[in-house]
């Protein structure tokens, strides 16, 4: 059997040995993440699709979804956030 591990790709830099800037990381368990990461955790927009087949597009603030957002869910159902917004 083929192992998944974790992927990276990031642009612009590195700060201090963490992510910082825009890329892309592919985690082990199927989920990605498009965009913006601030000292290793994801920050700004991004875009994060989970294995299960969900997507959220919108703001994070140190790892948590923040701000304005979509949350598309894999049955097709959509929900718009304009605040806080975590798990």
């Known amino acids: 059997s083929i192992r998944r591990q ?5 642009r612009d830099r590195w700060r ?8 892309c ?8 993440h498009g965009g ?12 994060y699709s989970y294995a299960n ?3 959220y597009k919108g703001q ?8 304005s957002g979509l ?4 049955n097709g159902d959509v929900r718009v956030y304009r605040k806080r917004y975590d798990h």
Do not use: H
């Open 53 to 55: 087949g969900d997507v």
């Open 71 to 74: 949350y598309l869910y894999a």
């Open 25 to 32: 990381y592919f985690y082990a368990n199927g989920d990605t």
């Open 36 to 47: 913006e990461w601030k000292q290793g955790r994801l920050d700004g927009y991004g875009c």
């Open 60 to 67: 994070w603030k140190r790892n948590v979804r923040d701000g």
């Open 16 to 23: 201090d040995g963490k992510m910082d800037g825009s890329g």
């Open 6 to 10: 974790r992927q990276m790709c990031i």
